[in-house]
């Protein structure tokens, strides 16, 4: 009789869900316990939205679930008391033959079960769908509802996959963050749409023993309007060059063994061209440097030349604010080995570099792999916090700049003290807008900037150290995982991007740097400043988009952007919470004449220009550009004089910087 009981039951569940066999058929889910059973003659599902194998197809079972209010769902067949059997999830949105994926499972539950939540929207329809990729065992799963919170980022599955490093960059010249995923004789990309979608294409690409496997960094190294890529494998490194309608690359290498770890794009020697910089593992680091031909010169030393190497994460960053970017090497080396000593190389401003590593206090031996460098505190100097990839010759460090060459370490009481994951990878990005930038490091946390060089703890979620840029164009830094955005949900405070176009420097400014400066009342930050890099953390590239947070400031009084080149350009009151572009020299020729802060006399000059200022304003260093945008000098102030009887007769562009920073513009005439 019990024999009877089962074969009935059996029957009864089959009858009941071929009703689940295909799309078309698909029924409500349950709340709750479900059996589940596949039918020879089920659909199979063809959109995958989980990573790792795909096996061949045979049976798929199809559920629909809706929802009157927004929701988060739970679907998991990882459940106490029941068989644990080798499933896989989808979730769709949108209809039959028409799908987008919303989220996917493999194995996050136990023993090779799945678990997966979702968002669910009012009212729209998801379907819920089950594949037999590693087995067609019968299975129970349980659907479950919770209240939604609005998470700090919402995933949004992507086709990333590739065995490689991605990154997040403009790629076709619209300013818009794409998707690079380089393969081996083709790199996929994902253009960026203006309504937030991607458009795939696929580019070819020469063929090169030298793959991203360790770090990737992007810039126009030829200056023909498509950035190009800079691979770092573990023998080699190679450039790969778009032509000049960003519709396939060629590689550009060179012979000499290079195991190497973060790479940058630079314009080491300051000419106009960016330079390929490639930490070396084992060796004295390497650059490759631009003839302006789109060729190169191969140089090994100079910049780094411990003769076992130990050079790790390199970030490029002006840390004693002369206009020029400076190289600190985030050094690793097992052992106590002098190797693993951390570097921080001064630019001389002639091709040259200084190492001030122990005179700055940067000296450490922390095993870290990679350091994030910000102006923490919003003081006009960069800041840095040195992450650690093992505690063996200590943990993470905050270390505030001083403005005079040095740092100081301000770990304690800081919350850096007491975070204690790890990685590779350290970045600082300002996540949620505020104005004051967040670090991310270990664990599945984001660093808040509490604004007072504290910073606390954010639980994201599964969300980790990626690729940054702004991937849905609303103002708010998103993060690239394998094939999921991470992308940032927002809030109410208000935003700043800049995008450059180099024309005396390099295409993508690279090495300039970004200030905004505020007077509003009620105003959490006065100042803020930005380096435009070509690779930060250890391995990824984030975008060439200067992006701040302003928080609840409505207004920016004055925005300065100085150039490699020495070019200064000067935005007074840019409008907030869109992308703003700035051609380099394109405000040169338009003068707010600042009369009210500064006047110099006698105008025309002869052999030395004075100066009187108002507002409380004093005077710290001048520029004068000759009306083609060239600087012909800069001077630092003694005194409010400058002396001027090198220039020759002619009408001339003067800026003054103030001590705070802001700056101030004339019209000169040396007769």
């Known amino acids: 009789m019990k024999k009877i009981l089962t074969l009935l039951l059996t ?5 009941s869900l071929n009703a689940q066999d295909t799309c078309a058929t698909a029924e409500a889910v349950t709340i709750g316990i479900n059996n589940a059973s596949y039918a020879d003659t089920s659909e199979v599902p063809t959109l ?24 988060n769902v739970t679907v998991s067949t990882s459940l106490e008391g029941y068989p644990n059997t080798d499933t896989r999830v989808h979730i769709y949105s949108g209809s039959c033959g028409d799908f987008n994926c919303v ?3 493999d194995d996050s539950g136990d023993q090779y079960t799945s678990l997966v939540t979702f968002t669910a929207q009012a009212n729209e329809t998801y379907y819920i769908v089950f594949d037999n990729n590693w087995t067609s065992d019968d299975f129970v799963f349980e659907v479950s509802e919770s209240e939604h919170t609005t998470p700090f980022f919402e995933n949004v599955n992507i086709n990333a996959n590739g065995p490689y490093i991605m990154c997040v960059v403009d790629m076709n010249g619209d300013y818009l963050d794409d998707i690079v995923i380089p393969n081996e004789n083709s790199i996929t990309m994902l253009y960026q749409n203006t309504d937030g979608t991607f458009t795939e294409a696929t580019p070819t690409a020469g063929a090169t023993n030298y793959m991203p496997g360790w770090s990737l960094a992007a810039g126009d190294y030829d200056g023909n309007g498509f950035n190009d890529l800079l691979y770092g494998s573990g023998n080699g490194a190679t450039i790969m060059l778009a032509n000049s309608d960003g519709t396939a690359y060629m590689p550009m290498v060179s012979d000499d063994f290079i195991f190497s770890q973060r790479t940058n794009f630079i314009d080491i020697n300051n000419d106009g061209n960016l330079d390929a910089f490639v930490c070396h593992d084992v060796e004295p680091n390497v650059y490759f440097l631009n ?13 780094g030349d411990h003769p076992a190497g130990g050079n790790y994460g390199s970030i490029w960053v002006d840390y004693d604010n002369d206009d020029d970017p400076d190289l600190f090497i985030a050094k690793c080396r097992g052992g106590g080995s002098d190797a693993g000593i951390n570097e921080l190389h001064r630019n001389n401003g002639d091709g040259t570099f200084t190492d001030v590593s122990n005179e700055a206090g940067m000296a450490d031996i922390i095993q870290t792999w990679s350091t994030a460098f910000g102006d923490f505190d919003n003081d006009g100097d960069m800041d840095a916090m040195v992450g650690a990839n093992s505690t063996s010759h200590g943990s993470h460090k905050l270390m ?15 919350g850096i003290d007491t975070f204690t994951p790890l990685n590779r990878e350290h970045i600082t990005h300002d996540f949620n807008n505020d104005g004051f930038l967040d670090v991310m490091g270990g664990g599945n946390y984001i660093l808040i900037n509490n604004g007072d060089m504290t910073f606390s703890p954010l639980d994201i979620g599964d969300a980790t150290v990626g690729a940054i840029g702004d991937l849905n164009n609303d103002g708010f830094l998103d993060i690239l995982n394998g094939n999921r955005i991470r992308m940032n949900t927002g809030n109410d405070n208000n935003w700043l991007k800049i995008n450059l176009e180099g024309t005396s420097s390099n295409k993508n400014g690279i090495g300039a740097r970004i200030e905004i400066y505020s007077n509003e009342a009620g105003s959490t930050w006065e100042k803020q400043i930005r380096d435009v890099r070509s690779g930060d953390g250890f391995r990824y590239m984030s975008s060439l988009n200067t992006h701040f947070g302003l928080g609840q400031t409505s207004e920016i009084d004055q925005l300065v952007i100085r150039w490699p080149s020495g070019i200064i350009d000067i935005i007074n009151n840019p409008t907030i919470n869109e992308a703003l572009m700035v051609v380099e020299g394109s405000t040169l ?19 030395v220009l004075q100066f009187t200022t108002n507002e409380n304003i004093t005077a710290d260093k001048a520029y004068v550009y000759d ?19 090198q220039l020759s007769k002619g009408t001339y562009i003067l800026i003054i910087k103030g001590e705070s920073g802001k700056h101030y513009t004339t019209k000169i005439i040396k007769e």
């Open 103 to 105: 989220a996917g499972d």
């Open 400 to 414: 505030v700049n001083n403005n005079d060459g040095t740092f100081t370490d301000t770990t304690e009481g800081s």
């Open 11 to 15: 029957s009864v569940g089959i009858i």
């Open 627 to 645: 009306l083609s945008g060239r600087l012909v000098m800069s001077e630092k102030l003694t005194n409010n004089s400058m002396p001027v009887q």
């Open 291 to 303: 003839d302006g031909n789109s060729g190169f010169n191969y140089v090994q030393g100079g910049i």
């Open 48 to 71: 995958i939205c989980t990573l790792g194998t795909n096996n061949e197809l045979t049976s798929g079972l199809w559920y629909t679930y809706t929802s009157a209010t927004i929701i």
């Open 589 to 607: 020729g338009r003068f707010d004449n600042n009369s009210n802060a500064f006047t110099v006399y006698p105008n025309p000059v002869g052999d």
